[in-house]
């Protein structure tokens, strides 16, 4: 069965084929920021999207509920451009990405929204690409987020597990059932973010700002992922290992909100990890026979064909250097992402 479902990733790979041409919109567009505490970062962002080759654009950063002076750095980055407006979520108010994603969308006047966070830095093609993807009946357009720099082994890892990530959204919304993304790229048509609900049902849960609104707007229009590399959204890895375990527990919090038929994939998809952790503690106590290690075997034959097509088509094949070692502890690590994701207070900064 999970190899069924690693030839159907690859199959709808091959089928969306990516969205790189032209055709698309040109008009104004909104981009949107949720920022906490991002003094370090929130200038360069600002700096990045307002340097971008499709001038029609606003800029809105939503700072919530700052301890820091994100909010002044991010006016100071503008140097005056009437396209950005800084916004602040008060600060006994009730807070939260989501609710500064709303305060911001509610300041919007365009279609089309954008979003990326804080902490990245789109190239000066990000915007053009990605409205440009937007056909008449496109509600939804999802992108790359990479990692950036790779320079210690964790680094690697954590960016080859994105880009994993990656190759799996876009292989779904390949085969009609959009299931994830990144909130690093994304954007979607505000009339389909209304048609959805919007974010206002799902404010709850810390997480979620992407994939949960990705498969809510999906029930009401297209979606279609972008691979041209102007669009790819780069940002900087969690830097030790706690980070990491705290990124991954913030973003498979929103399990819980998985439609049956959304969970039971991911359950199918994360089959054979599920396998692995059990079974092979159980073989090398002699509690069953070797044929644990044969099935892993199998998994990492179909795991490494299904990236050598995915990661081919975003530019992303040295990745697959430290492939062994990921399939190696990933399969463990993914149990204390799930577990730290059912906790009940999962903050967001």
């Known amino acids: 069965m999970y190899v069924v479902a690693v030839a159907a990733t690859v199959w709808g790979i091959l ?63 503008g140097e005056g451009d009437s396209r950005l407006r800084v916004l602040r979520v008060p600060k006994h108010g009730a807070g ?7 305060k911001g969308i509610e300041a919007s006047d365009t279609e089309i929204l954008l979003f990326t966070d804080a902490d990245c830095a789109p190239g000066p093609g990000w915007v053009a690409g990605m409205v440009d993807a937007f056909s008449p009946d496109t ?23 994105a880009s994993s990530n990656a190759v799996t ?10 299931s994830m993304c990144t909130a690093r790229n ?9 048609a959805g609900g919007g974010l206002g049902p799902i404010a709850h849960v810390v997480s979620g700002d992407d994939t949960l609104m ?21 940002s900087a890895p969690p830097a030790t290992v706690g980070a990491w375990f705290a990124q991954k527990r913030r973003h498979l919090s929103t399990l819980v909100l998985f439609s ?12 054979m990890d599920i396998l692995i952790v059990v079974g092979v503690p159980l073989a090398l106590t ?32 040295r990745l697959l250097r430290v492939f062994p070692l990921l399939e190696i502890v990933y399969s463990y690590l993914l149990v204390f992402f799930v577990l730290g994701g059912m906790a009940r207070r999962i903050p967001w900064k």
Not at 300 to 313: E, P
């Open 286 to 317: 002699g509690l069953t026979g070797p044929w644990v290690f044969w099935a892993w075997g199998v998994k990492a034959a179909a795991d490494f064909g299904a990236l050598w097509v995915g990661l081919g088509t975003l530019g992303e094949r």
């Open 15 to 77: 089928r969306s084929g990516g969205w790189s041409g032209t055709g698309g919109e040109a008009g104004p567009v909104t981009i949107i920021v949720a920022a906490r505490n991002e003094r370090g970062s929130i200038g360069t962002c600002v700096r990045s999207i307002l340097a971008q080759s499709h001038r029609e654009l606003s800029l809105i950063v939503v700072d919530d509920r700052s301890d820091d002076e994100t909010a002044e750095l991010a006016t100071k980055a």
């Open 186 to 194: 994304m954007g979607y048509r505000r009339s389909a973010y209304d």
């Open 96 to 102: 939260g990405k989501k609710q500064a994603l709303m």
């Open 139 to 161: 509600a939804f357009v999802a992108g790359y987020g990479p990692y950036h720099p790779r320079n210690t082994l964790l680094a690697r890892l954590v960016a080859a597990e």
């Open 260 to 271: 049956p038929p959304k969970l039971l994939a991911a359950v199918i998809s994360r089959s």
């Open 214 to 234: 990705l498969q809510r707007i999906a029930r009401v229009g297209g979606v279609r992922y972008v691979v041209d590399p102007a669009t790819h959204v780069p």
């Open 169 to 178: 959204a876009r292989g779904l919304i390949g085969l009609g059932v959009p």
